[in-house]
Every structure is written in structure tokens, then in C-alpha cells.
């Protein structure tokens, strides 16, 4: 298995509070991803990096910013946590530009009440 | 608009039976489509992938068919075991590091 890790495994937290997901990964990979999990919805991808600072938005960017300052670590802060952002978060990596393989953490499940 | 699409939210198969999950795309110029696979509480894993070069890829009891023309992806699992059981999602990449992924097909497999 992929060497990833998300902390926290789960979070409940006030509508209007800051909120910060951390992924860490032990492969050396280029990219790291994250993405939201709803029913109905599937993964829908929020913002990715292609490399230590450089980032990029997703399909679902809104209320979300990332930011990479080392291979290891991706991290993902909800500035302001609305109910809607209630959902399953997961982290990914990927090394391989030939087959766009994604190898993905465990996931934190994250409660805005 | 959904670029891949999942029709069938849930399918439930007899052991030893054949599974085949379907998944639609809408965006003519995915270039590689990979299948998921997510048991509860646990990140998806990598189950097999296809290049649209292909039209089938095969890893032991998993095959997966790419119909361009119409396109469509299917994943065959034969035969169905009990711990086939899990979310399965379909994935497409656009020349691009990033992945569209389906809604997911839930699949149970009865003894």
C-alpha cells in the first residue's frame, strides 16, 4: 500500500470555524490530490498540486484552499466550514504521467453542525 | 453536467454469478479509463485501467471492455466472490494528471 496518511481521521466542527485536513505521504510522489466523497456524487475533485507550490483548482474549489510547502505534505483548509462541506475527505497521490494511476488515503470524515 | 456517468446505483450478483458494471462518458477526448474499487471506511483502490488504444484489458478475474463508439466502459468480475462486495467507481483522465470519476455502483454479492 501507498504510504498515505490523513489526519484527522474525524472531525465535528461549528459552521464558521476554520478547519484544516493534513496529508502526508512517505512516496516522493509529484501530484497530490484531494477530493470530496457525497452520495450521489461520487469523488469530485477539489484542488491538486503538481509540485511544491504549484496548485490548482478542481471541479468543487469554492470555500477551499491547499497548500504544499514540502513533497510530503498536502493540506486542506476550509476557511469558514459551512454544512454543505460536510462530507468524506480524501487525499491522493500519483507519480506516473503514463497511466494516471491515483493511489488514495484512508479519508477524514468531517461534520460541520 | 456529469462526464461520466454511473447509471446503476447498486447491483447484486450470486456468488460464482458474473458481475458487469457499466459506466457512460460524454467527453470524446478521455484517453484512459480506470475502475475503483472502495470498501466502507476505506480509501478507493486501484483495481485495472485501460488505455483508449484498447478495447479490453484483462487481470485475472477482472476484465474491463472499452466501447468508444458508443462510449461505454464495463467491468466484468468473474467469478463473483463475497469479497467483491464494495463501491465501485469508474474514472477517465483527458491526457491530464486529473481524474473524472462516476457516481459509483454498489455491488453485493450474495452466498
Known amino acids: 500500500d501507498a504510504g498515505i496518511t490523513q489526519s484527522p481521521r474525524h472531525k465535528v466542527t461549528e459552521t464558521g470555524t476554520p478547519v484544516t485536513l493534513r496529508c502526508h505521504q512517505t512516496?516522493?510522489?509529484?501530484?497530490m490530490y484531494w477530493y470530496r466523497q457525497d452520495p450521489g456524487h461520487g469523488l469530485r475533485l477539489i484542488h491538486y498540486?503538481?509540485?511544491?507550490?504549484?496548485?490548482d483548482k478542481g471541479e468543487v474549489s469554492d470555500g477551499y484552499s491547499v497548500s504544499r510547502s514540502k513533497t510530503e505534505d498536502f493540506l486542506l483548509t476550509l476557511e469558514s466550514a459551512t454544512s454543505s462541506q460536510t462530507s468524506v475527505y480524501f487525499c491522493?497521490?500519483?507519480?506516473?504521467?503514463?497511466?494516471?494511476?491515483?493511489?488514495f488515503g484512508p479519508g477524514t470524515r468531517l461534520t460541520v453542525t | 453536467d456529469q462526464q461520466v456517468k454511473q447509471n446503476s446505483p447498486s447491483l447484486s450478483v450470486q456468488e460464482g454469478r458474473i458481475s458487469i458494471l457499466n459506466c457512460d462518458y460524454t467527453?470524446?477526448?478521455?484517453?484512459?479509463f480506470l475502475w475503483y474499487k472502495k470498501y466502507p471506511a476505506e480509501g478507493p483502490t486501484f483495481l485495472i485501467s485501460i488505455s483508449s488504444i484498447k478495447d479490453k484489458n484483462e487481470d485475472g478475474r477482472f476484465t474491463v471492455f472499452l466501447n468508444k463508439s458508443a462510449k461505454h466502459l464495463s467491468l466484468h468480475i468473474v467469478p463473483s466472490q463475497p469479497g467483491d462486495s464494495a463501491v465501485y467507481f469508474c474514472a477517465a483522465s483527458q491526457g491530464a494528471q486529473k481524474l473524472v470519476f462516476g457516481q459509483g455502483t454498489r455491488l453485493t454479492i450474495n452466498p
Open positions: 498540486s503538481y509540485g511544491v507550490k504549484d496548485t
Open positions: 467527453n470524446s477526448m478521455f484517453d484512459y
Open positions: 512516496e516522493n510522489h509529484r501530484y
Open positions: 491522493a497521490i500519483s507519480e506516473t504521467r503514463v497511466n494516471y494511476e491515483q493511489y
